[in-house]
């Protein structure tokens, strides 16, 4: 939320700086995300007087002025505006100034061969209103020379976090209120010029829908001139982030950033009959203020006369019957929603507005009177007029709340020895009602009131969350035992070795759009959200791999060249039974270049599906997985290219990993350019570690030295060299450590259909060195295991 200081000040007394009220502001809780300085942006703009005006030699358009600036000789300016000429004052913009609609730096220079030193300005180009037919004109008595952000009284933007649960705070009012209970000044009496009206109003109002729309007040307004807004109310919504429209519009845009309550004007003309807040019918649209056509249903409460909808009940007006600069008569509507409705109506439809915001988490009910009181005051003033009688439909709730509070509870839960007057005057000045007995009354705004700890919590916040502090929890003597479980262990080590490893970590969403989810689903039953956050969110993710291929578009797109990304998190089905189903998963994906052009290496080299194989087993390595016994299938997915992916298996069934390069298909599916290595480990696969102590065994190498034997054997192209390896390793697993394929060849000398595959043999006596025999005995095993598996030693 934002407002100016000088709307902060308009509701508070104070002489507090700018950085002591943004100070307190934290210390109570509001967070201040940034104070903006309007002079800042006005820097080397000032008041000017246009002393002649002189058509331009070589532009029918233009115009060469005589500037006087205060200071020294009078400059010369090219300008284009129609309303520029002799006489007036405007707002000249001196080279090296920048301005603030376009960011375009200001210099000397010379416009059809006549020299400009600077430029001036409209409104539109230094953001205080959307007028650009001509320059600023500035009343006589405007001191030529002074900066123009200082005549204007520029006043510094504070723009503040509001919590969900503070809608009171949603307008500068409440802020005010918050900074005087907290000792920031002194909250202004603000009087509310009521009044009785002139005559009936000749619309009926009521509500037909109670639980969505419990209250309607409105009235008519006759004779109103619907103009521009006064320059004071401009300045202020422009400060808030409003882009002034009219009179009437910026009425109720100020209402609701003054005083967080939202409203709406209707032009009298285009309505029809009793104005009503009813159900909507199935079917019925409405072509709203954002130029879009909704269709409601049912569910959806809404304001319409007899020719249909007009408003989406606390979201949205509609096209059809907003004000213009024809509008004379208007009806003022400021009505109470219900906010669980309105929360379900805005996500339904998709809609996101300032009124929303504030309906959603709950306006204040009490404000109703006083609410359409004071939106009538600024129409009056500003729009002239004569308003009829009130018209009151339904009532808003009304139950006070009443909280039994102890003082004492505020150093027991907040942590803070606050005296009981300073309690009290505290909870007063916040406008809470308390009896002598510490019977607490909420007001009515405050709906996040709802036991004694929420009176604690307002206590401390006001005395300053500062104050509290900081206390170390007990702990038993000794060391301290681990709180981490295995499955969180596990994953703390694999974030460490993906890190060590130059991958980098993402945290991605675990929702995904059905279409993204249902291409990895892999015939599960997907979890659907019935409320998404919106449609791109609506399924949980089955599988890892879709958010990082969008991280991997999203960073492509922004010209990376190399991404190494892994995340850790959780995959998301649903059972037959209907019971959710919820694994945890480590994905890994590799796209753009594995090594960058250089002198030496020539040119930049890509990822293959053997980098993916590599970083799954190096992965499942660390996370306990017998990597050794791994056996190395097919049938990724068909997400994944058939030619260039596989699985890593323990047994035929238990897949604890798949890797390889992407599908076509599924880059087309993501926009992704390709080629793209991802890997997959399923980390709910992974068998645990039975009986495992807590210490490691001391390490004890090997007192005699290992002998290594080569061996080359003929086996069929088609027979993955692990089913080779993993033969060849079980033929002695006393005496063989290792072995591994140092070369593979197949042409001159091969049969047809055949390949040779070249093995490493590391041997390790114990303790005693081996015999001649006891190596021919071994490698007559090998040959023997071999040959099992087809395998014939090559000569």
């Known amino acids: 939320m934002k407002f100016s200081l000088e709307w902060l000040k308009y509701f508070l007394e104070t002489d507090a700086s700018v950085a002591q009220i943004a100070a307190a502001l934290n210390r109570i809780g509001h967070e201040v995300d940034e104070i903006e300085d309007p002079a800042e942006k006005l820097a080397g703009f000032r008041i000017a007087h246009v002393l002649t005006a002189a058509k331009h ?39 090296g100034a920048v301005v603030p609609a376009n960011g375009m730096e200001l210099r000397k220079s010379a416009i059809r061969g006549v020299e400009s030193n600077g430029m001036m300005c409209s409104v539109r180009e230094l953001e205080l209103g959307e007028e650009h037919d001509g320059i600023i004109e500035l009343p006589g008595d405007a001191p030529v020379g002074q900066g123009f952000a200082e005549y204007q009284g520029a006043s510094p933007v504070f723009d503040v976090a509001i919590t969900p649960n503070r809608p009171d705070c949603m307008g500068v009012y409440g802020i005010a209120r918050d900074l005087a209970a907290a000792g920031v000044g002194q909250l202004k009496d603000f009087a509310v010029r009521q009044t009785d009206g002139e005559g009936a109003c000749p619309v009926e109002i009521r509500t037909d829908d109670p639980d969505g729309c419990p209250a309607f007040h409105g009235r008519v307004i006759r004779g109103v001139t619907n103009g521009t807004s006064p320059e004071w109310m401009q300045r202020r919504l422009i400060a808030a982030g409003q882009r002034p429209i009219s009179a009437l519009v910026d009425a109720t845009n100020y209402l609701m950033l003054a005083f967080g309550r939202p409203a709406h004007v209707y032009d009298l003309a285009k309505l029809s009959g009793p104005v009503v807040a009813r159900r909507a019918k199935d079917g019925e649209t409405i072509e709203a203020l954002n130029e879009k056509t909704y269709t409601l249903d049912d569910t959806i409460t809404v304001i319409a006369d007899d020719n249909g909808v007009h408003d989406i009940g606390g979201i949205m007006g509609g096209e059809h019957s907003g004000a213009t600069e024809a509008t004379t008569d208007v009806l003022l509507e400021i009505a109470y929603f219900d906010p669980a409705r309105i929360g379900v109506t805005g996500r339904k439809l998709g809609i996101a507005t300032d009124a929303r915001t504030r309906f959603e988490r709950g306006v204040d009910p009490a404000f109703l009177e006083d609410g359409l009181a004071i939106l009538t005051d600024l129409i009056v003033r500003t729009c002239g007029g004569t308003p009829t009688e009130a018209v009151r439909a339904g009532s808003a709730p009304d139950g006070a709340k009443v909280i039994a509070f102890d003082p004492a509870l505020t150093q027991r839960l907040g942590g803070v020895d606050v005296d009981e007057a300073e309690q009290r005057r505290i909870l007063e000045a916040l406008d809470f009602k308390v009896g002598p007995d510490w019977q607490v009354t909420c007001p009515p705004r405050r709906h996040d009131i709802e036991g004694p700890a929420d009176l604690v919590e307002e206590v401390v916040r ?209 926009d992704v ?49 692990s089913d080779l390896l993993r033969a060849v390793k079980g033929a002695d697993k006393q005496a063989i450590v290792d072995a591994r394929v140092f070369d593979v060849f197949a042409g001159q000398g091969v049969a047809e259909g055949r390949k040779s595959v070249a093995l490493e043999v590391t041997l390790q006596p114990g303790e005693k060195t081996f015999t001649d025999e006891q190596i021919k005995a071994i490698s007559d095993a090998i040959v023997a295991a071999a040959a099992k598996q087809g395998a014939e030693l090559r000569g």
């Open 673 to 721: 350019d390709g080629p793209v290595m991802a890997a997959e480990i399923f980390l709910d696969a992974i068998p645990q570690k039975k009986g495992a102590s807590f210490a490691r065994s001391a390490y004890a190498p090997p007192a005699l030295q290992a002998i290594t034997r080569d061996f080359a054997f003929l086996v069929d192209a088609s027979l993955p060299a």
């Open 462 to 670: 006001i005395h300053g969350l500062d104050a509290v502090e900081s206390v170390a929890l007990p702990r038993a003597e000794g060391v301290a035992r681990p709180t981490a479980t295995p499955q969180q262990a596990m994953e703390r080590r694999l974030r460490r070795a993906a890190a060590a490893g130059g991958l980098k970590e993402a945290i991605t969403w675990s929702f995904l759009p059905v279409p993204e989810a249902e291409h990895f689903a892999d015939g599960h039953q997907l979890w659907v959200l019935d409320n998404p956050i919106s449609e791109d969110m609506k399924a949980m993710r089955p599988s890892l791999l879709p958010g990082l291929l969008s991280a991997t578009k999203r960073n492509m797109d922004r010209g990376a060249d190399s991404l190494r990304l892994f995340e850790i998190g959780r995959r998301y089905f649903r059972r037959s039974d209907g019971a959710s189903d919820e694994k945890a998963a480590l994905g890994v994906l590799l796209a753009g270049e594995k090594t960058s052009r250089g002198w030496a290496s020539g040119k930049a080299s890509a990822f293959d599906a053997y980098d993916a194989k590599a970083a799954a087993e190096r992965l499942l390595a660390e996370a306990g997985a017998p990597v050794e016994k791994l056996m190395v299938m097919e049938d990724a997915g068909e997400q994944f290219h058939p030619g260039q992916s596989g699985t890593l298996r323990l047994g035929p069934k238990n897949v604890l990993a798949r890797f390889g390069a992407l599908h076509p298909r599924t880059l087309e599916a993501f």
């Open 57 to 95: 030699p070589d532009a029918d358009k233009l115009q060469v002025l005589s500037v006087d600036t205060g200071e020294g000789e009078p400059l010369q300016v090219v300008c284009g505006a129609p309303n520029a000429r002799a006489g007036m004052k405007g707002v000249l913009g001196l080279p």
